[in-house]
């Protein structure tokens, strides 16, 4: 028996979800929570965590695999939002799975026990999501996005860029420009800092 844990932050989810797996006869569902942190303060006996993307603690999707993932269980992404971003952060962050919820109830059996068997659940589509590459950015857009994005403000950002915080903002508004020209308009830039790999800090 495939023991299945839900992380959904719609209440009604987790009801459907049991209706439609009881049918299967080798998937159970054996807990559910509306949050990561609710969801390991119960410290459930489950194989799989099928984990929506967006929770009412508006915590980092990635963040939340890479918990969970340390727990041991593999984690299957069920969400309504189907955005590159957060497929490819998800993925790469330790999610064996990316299923859109309009998906039927076999296949979302058929994700579960591949993910349980340890394989990938992912369409050809979002396969080639996770490989797509992400917009360029000039050196001094990489850097400005690393430093604002880990935790640096404006001021300080700037400051060890040695440029001006309007500047700082033209780099940020730049970076918005081109997520937006792929069709994936950016609100908080901060969130894509994990789409690049960290860039060294130029010699003083």
Known sequence: MIRVAVVDNDKLVPAGLRAVLADTGDIQLVHT????????????????VLLDLRLED???PAANVTKLRAGGVRVLVFSVHGERRHVRATVRAGASGYLIKDDDAAKLADAIRSVHGGQLALTAELMSIINDDPPEL???EARALYLYGTGSTLAATARRMGV??????SYLTRIRAKWTAIDEPV???RTLVDEYPPR?????
């Open 33 to 48: 929570a509306t949050t990561v942190s609710e969801h390991l303060a119960s410290a459930p006996q489950a194989d799989v």
């Open 58 to 60: 508006d915590t980092e």
């Open 138 to 140: 000039s050196p001094q």
């Open 164 to 169: 001006t915080i309007p500047t700082v903002r």
């Open 187 to 189: 609100d908080d830039v």
């Open 200 to 204: 060294p800090r130029p010699p003083q």
